[in-house]
């Protein structure tokens, strides 16, 4: 089974428009963390936001912020005012185990390449 | 820089040749990883290093992949008698934090296009 699902291949939003780019995960660990990476078209993989499975307020980092509804397994992640440069690949991905457990490797969805309109 | 760098960038490699990526992790960072993009697919992780001891092969492929990190530094990604299916981005990662402590710290490098003719 998926651990991991990204069940949009691809979107497109129209520049300063917010947009929201879907992801459910699978797990039976009580402790995980939950990531979103950019990924453009140079290959580098750009840490955008983090959300722990025991914080309590959904995460925000300046234009990302990560929807996290933990009873569905969904950590959508919300990019406002859409830029040009955001176009671009992005990928969840989740870290099970907490301390005692977790080695940190990541575990990584198929990815969403959204296309930012002018 | 500061940040994670590999080499090469890009190689092309004929079906059978051996070939070794290599991968400068953030200094002082305890934690390695290796994973392999397919073209069109997210990161699979492949192998892992606290230090120089490597403490999770689980995700190589096959016994024709081999990665060290003698002195707890640099690292090596060997793949011995490259076939087709090899073609990747091979990406490294490193982070400050070792095996059992929870952060969410993990820089990428640009990673290794490998092409296997």
């Known amino acids: 089974a998926q651990k991991i699902t990204q069940t949009q291949p691809g979107m497109f939003v129209q520049e300063k428009e917010a947009v929201t780019l879907d992801c459910t995960y699978d797990?039976?660990?009580?402790?995980?963390?939950l990531f979103w990476y950019k990924q453009p078209s140079s290959g580098e993989m750009i840490f955008l936001i983090y959300?722990?499975?025991?914080?309590?307020q959904n995460a925000t980092e300046g234009r990302y912020s990560l929807n996290f509804q933990k009873a569905r397994k969904s950590a959508n992640l919300v990019i406002s005012a859409s830029q040009l440069g955001d176009s671009a690949m992005y990928f969840c991905?989740?870290?099970?185990?907490?301390?005692?457990?977790?080695?940190?490797?990541?575990?990584f969805g198929k990815g969403t390449k959204l296309s930012v309109k002018p | 820089g500061a940040g994670v760098s590999q080499s090469p960038r890009y190689k092309v490699a004929k079906r059978g040749q051996d070939v070794a990526l290599r991968c400068d992790p953030i200094?002082?960072?305890?934690?390695l990883f290796w994973y392999q993009q397919a073209l069109g697919q997210g990161p699979e992780f492949l192998t892992y290093?606290?230090?120089?001891?490597?403490?999770?092969k689980s995700g190589l492929p096959s016994d024709r992949f081999f990665a060290e990190r003698p002195e707890g530094s640099v690292s090596t990604l060997k793949i011995q008698r490259t076939q087709q299916e090899d073609s990747a981005v091979y990406l490294c990662?490193?982070?400050?934090?070792?095996?059992?402590?929870?952060?969410?710290?993990?820089?990428f490098g640009p990673g290794t296009r490998l092409t296997v003719l």
């Open positions: 990662a490193s982070s400050p934090r070792g095996q059992r402590e929870f952060g969410n710290e993990q820089f």
């Open positions: 797990t039976s660990d009580p402790s995980y963390g």
């Open positions: 959300q722990g499975s025991y914080d309590q």
């Open positions: 991905a989740m870290r099970e185990g907490g301390n005692g457990g977790s080695q940190g490797n990541l575990i």
């Open positions: 200094s002082g960072h305890v934690s």
């Open positions: 290093f606290q230090n120089e001891a490597q403490l999770d």
